[in-house]
């Protein structure tokens, strides 16, 4: 079921729950930013999920919201973790849902990055 993806931020959502370590994950990386970690259910060979560790809802809640020090921070652990697993070279995608009409179902901002095989047209 699509979220909103707009209003207050949901600290009961799975995200959260696995940033404060209630429900397991398959982690790829971790900084002070960022929390990386396998898809449940993948959409390509590579399919990681990489999580602010602070609460935004959407891009937008997002870029509106955290400092330019976080910004960055969760953009060049992204870049890094495309890298890290391969993927510059091959090629990737990088896809970010919000509300409703994207289909976004976990209301914590959060990029989808797909690769390690050739990916259908977009949109995925
Ligand atoms: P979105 O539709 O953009 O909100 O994407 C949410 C993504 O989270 C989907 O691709 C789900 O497969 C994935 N997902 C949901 N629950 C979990 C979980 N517990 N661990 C890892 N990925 C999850």
Same mark, same amino acid.
Not at 34 to 48: E, G, S
């Given at each position: 079921m699509a979220v909103k993806g707009t209003g207050a931020y949901n600290p009961?959502?799975? %995200?959260?729950?696995?940033l404060r370590g209630d429900i397991p994950c398959k982690k790829v990386f971790e900084n002070e930013w960022?929390? !990386? %970690?396998?898809?449940?259910?993948?959409? !390509?060979?590579?399919?990681?999920?990489?999580i602010p560790k602070n609460p935004y809802v959407s891009f937008i809640d997002f870029t509106k919201t955290a400092s330019e020090a976080e910004i960055a921070g969760v953009m060049? !652990? !992204? *870049?890094?973790?495309? *890298?890290?697993? &391969?993927?510059?070279? *091959? &090629?990737?995608?990088?896809?970010?849902?919000? &509300?409703e009409n994207s289909g976004q179902e976990v209301p914590h901002f959060h990029l989808h990055l797909l690769g390690g095989q050739p990916l259908p047209p977009f949109p995925v």
């Open positions: 009961e959502n799975i %995200f959260a729950k696995i960022v929390l !990386a %970690f396998q898809d449940i259910a993948p959409k !390509a060979a590579v399919h990681v999920l990489v060049k !652990a !992204a *870049s890094l973790i495309a *890298s890290d697993l &391969g993927l510059e070279e *091959s &090629g990737y995608r990088v896809i970010t849902n919000a &509300g």
